[in-house]
């Protein structure tokens, strides 16, 4: 009995001791910058500032996705079960900021941005829908729930074998108490294969984008030119410090894993006490 008791008493102090935090500035900078080094920005975007972090959770992928991950198109087939995002510190105290109002409604945009290098002023849509909804809030992680229905339903990815990796780009928008959402592309669209972004953003009159991510799916080897990118190494950026960490939405930080292995070391002692 001593031992059943204990062994719930560990287990809470396990479980208390993991938490998730709001996005470190760190995060948010590396996501940034990424675009950038992805040639995102600005030869698809002009300008991307986010405040958040944003990411999904494909079936058969086992964790959830971060920005600039390599995705398969089985990976991709189905739309994905979850769409998370979490704000910084100071987004989420920004009253009535996206991050921490309920009764915020956002857009969610998909699109093909092709190989690095490629640029144009429209590109193919794979998913467009208004009016997601603030969902659970899972210690700073909040669980979009999609709309009953998507002006543009999602398309898989489906990059042409041989034509290298395509950039999937994601971004979330916050939509204003009086958002309406534009005649074009209508409800039920599919196909849209010429989406102009901007366009688009200035007839719905959204704000920056609070928050996005992107993947590449590639069929095959790649027979065309396609631009170099680099990684990001989070320790150039100014937002860098050596205790810095940058979770993606979800994820525990260094020291709350260390936390949780200091309980769980002492729960172990304990044990052994209580055995003997």
């Excluded at 396990?14 to 600005?42: D, G, M, R, Y």
């Excluded at 041989?162 to 939509?175: E, F, M, S």
Aim: glycine share 8%; hydrophobic share 40%.
């Amino acid at each position: 009995m001593i031992l059943a008791v204990f062994i719930l008493y560990a287990s809470f102090i396990f479980l208390s001791s993991v938490e998730a935090h709001a996005a470190s500035p760190l995060a948010v900078a590396v996501v940034t910058q990424q675009f950038k080094n992805a040639k995102i920005v600005p030869d698809v975007i002009a300008a991307f500032k986010p405040i958040g972090l944003t990411s999904f959770n494909y079936t058969g992928v086992t964790n959830r996705t971060t920005v600039g991950a390599v995705l398969s198109a089985a990976n991709t087939a189905t739309p994905p079960r979850f769409v998370y995002i979490r704000g910084t510190a100071a987004s989420e105290a920004a009253a009535g900021g996206p991050f921490n109002v309920t009764t915020t409604n956002y857009t969610l945009i998909m699109f093909d941005a092709g190989v690095p290098g490629y640029n144009a002023t429209t590109y193919p849509l794979l998913w467009l829908a208004n009016d997601w909804t603030y969902g659970e809030n899972d210690d700073h992680t909040v669980t979009l729930d999609p709309p009953s229905s998507s002006v543009v339903a999602y398309t898989p990815p489906a990059p042409g074998s041989g034509t290298g990796p395509h950039r999937y780009v994601t971004l979330i928008y916050a939509q204003a108490d009086n958002f309406t959402a534009p005649d074009t592309p209508a409800p039920g669209s599919s196909g849209v294969t010429s989406f102009d972004l901007s366009a688009y953003i200035t007839s719905a009159g959204l704000t920056p984008a609070i928050a996005g991510t992107y993947f590449t799916v590639e069929e095959g080897t790649a027979t065309v030119s396609v631009a170099a990118t680099t990684a990001v190494d989070s320790k150039t950026l100014p937002e860098y410090t050596p205790t810095s960490t940058s979770p993606s939405p979800g994820a525990t930080s260094n020291s709350a894993n260390a936390n949780a292995v200091s309980s769980l070391s002492m729960g172990a002692l304990l044990l052994g006490l209580l055995w003997v």
